[in-house]
């Protein structure tokens, strides 16, 4: 029996009523009103369940509580606070946030638990809050997440929202990089930041790049700035924007070739539960790149920026893909010029560097030249970070989940990281928060995970100089 008509008949009303909702719900309940046991599913629903007014009013409704819960979960983790590190700027003005802001359980210090094993520190529960996995601001939902400076500019420069009507941006703008960030052009480092101090987007992008760019890179900077479809922001019922929407560029995340801290979750990963919370990396260096994507090891930035296109933006899922408008890029013209331009994206000056990556002696400070040894030496950094750009181009597993027991946090599973790329080092000072989904959000947080992970043991003054050195790089 396959309508509900054919239901009415052999069932009665009642039955029939429960049939109906169903159809609503998407549940599946039993003629005597018993719900079943759901089936696990790798795909997502691809028929309206319920209208758009009604999706709407539950998500608006539910949004305070969801936001409150993530706020208080970064309370709990992090110290919040506003402490500009003195005379240490990003690309221009915005200072960087400094000190260790990840809080230690009560009565733990940093020395002590450094002196602790692995299994030590699972047993007593006392591996810090905030070097575990960080969920999404509501990871049931996920999706892709804007700060209130990507959201502000666009609308003023192309009357294009992209303000989710169910969730916010949850770290607080002191912790991610400068907006606009500047832009280097390895084709012209004689003209330092061509950005002139704008964000680029459609409307201004031909003006600022003509006569800079060749027509190849003029077009796949456009098509970079293009919106098309995606996941929240779409066209169909199913979308999580106020209006329909032309969709999301590439570059609103990775901003003027830079980042602006934007979050969604991996596409590769079920169930929802076991996904990464990924932070937006800057596009700056992919020249020197061989590996793409945080965990995909994707060999070529064109592998990315296809892969991207077709099914990133939409959880991974190319059915509901399909109905929300995909957009498929030609690979050998589209996507190959898309590339062009993102392959001349240049890491900032560096100029206490010399050619090898190496500090200049007579430009550096005892506190940098002492950081640098740290690096090379006792810190076990150029294990990975090898090279003149700090990467060895290759993926490596930490086994973090050494440290803790696995567990849920808001939504998310507290599970292993696994293989993760190594990210270049240069310019790592103007692309805060760290880590692949942003759980540090500075650059001592940063040398306090690895010394604990790696069992460096390192003392104030090493860890201090540390950062003091990669401020340099």
């Not at 200072?95 to 450094?114: D, F, M």
Request: hydrophobic share 35%; glycine share 8%.
């Amino acid at each position: 029996m396959s309508t509900l008509k054919q239901v009415i008949k052999t069932a009665g009303p009642i039955a029939a009523g429960i049939v109906g909702a169903c159809l609503l719900t998407g549940k599946i309940v039993s003629a005597a009103g018993q719900e079943a046991q759901p089936v696990k599913n790798s795909y997502q629903p691809v028929d309206d369940k319920e209208t758009f007014a009604s999706i709407h009013s539950r998500m608006v409704a539910a949004k305070p509580a969801i936001m409150q819960r993530q706020m208080d979960l970064l309370t709990e983790r992090y110290d919040l606070s506003d402490r500009p590190a003195a005379g240490v700027v990003m690309d221009r003005t915005k200072p960087i946030q400094e000190g260790v802001r990840v809080k230690l359980p009560q009565g733990v210090t940093w020395t002590e638990l450094s002196r602790q094993t692995p299994d030590q520190i699972l047993q007593k529960g006392i591996f810090p809050q905030g070097f575990l996995p960080l969920p999404h601001a509501n990871h049931p939902e996920g999706g892709m997440v804007f700060p209130k400076t990507e959201i502000d500019e666009l609308k003023k420069q192309e009357d294009r929202d992209l303000t989710r009507f169910d969730l916010d941006f949850d770290i607080p703008d002191r912790f991610l990089a400068e907006f606009p960030a500047a832009i280097y052009l390895s084709t012209r480092p004689d003209l330092g930041d061509v950005s002139q101090g704008k964000l680029v987007t459609i409307d201004n992008y031909y003006e600022m790049f003509s006569g800079i760019l060749n027509p190849k890179q003029i077009e796949g900077l456009r098509l970079l700035l293009t919106p098309f479809p995606q996941q929240q922001f779409n066209q169909t019922n199913d979308r999580r924007s106020d209006k329909a929407s032309r969709g999301v560029a590439c570059l609103d995340c990775h901003q003027n070739g830079g980042t602006n801290g934007a979050f969604h979750l991996v596409g590769d990963i079920r169930p929802q539960e076991f996904r990464h919370r990924i932070e937006t990396p800057a596009l700056r260096g992919v020249n020197i790149q061989r590996l793409f994507g945080s965990q995909r090891a994707l060999k070529t930035v064109e592998d990315f920026t296809e892969f991207e296109q077709r099914a990133a933006y939409f959880d991974g899922d190319h059915v509901i893909a399909a109905k929300k408008g995909v957009n498929v890029l030609d690979r050998g013209s589209q996507v190959h010029f898309m590339a062009e331009f993102e392959e001349i994206l240049d890491f900032p000056p560096a100029p206490k560097l010399g050619w090898d990556g190496k500090l200049d002696p007579t430009k550096a400070t005892p506190a940098e030249l002492h950081g640098q040894e740290v690096f090379f030496g006792k810190g076990q950094c150029a294990t990975c970070h090898s090279g003149s750009y700090f990467t060895d181009n290759t993926m490596h597993d930490l086994h973090a989940e050494r440290f803790y027991k696995q567990h849920m946090v808001n939504g998310m599973m507290m599970a292993r990281d696994g293989a993760i790329k190594t990210f270049p080092l240069r310019g790592i000072k103007d692309t805060p928060p760290y880590l692949h989904d942003g759980r540090l959000l500075t650059l001592d947080d940063t040398v306090e995970y690895f010394n604990l992970v790696l069992g460096t043991k390192l003392t104030e003054q090493e860890k201090k100089d540390l950062v003091v050195f990669m401020r340099a790089l």
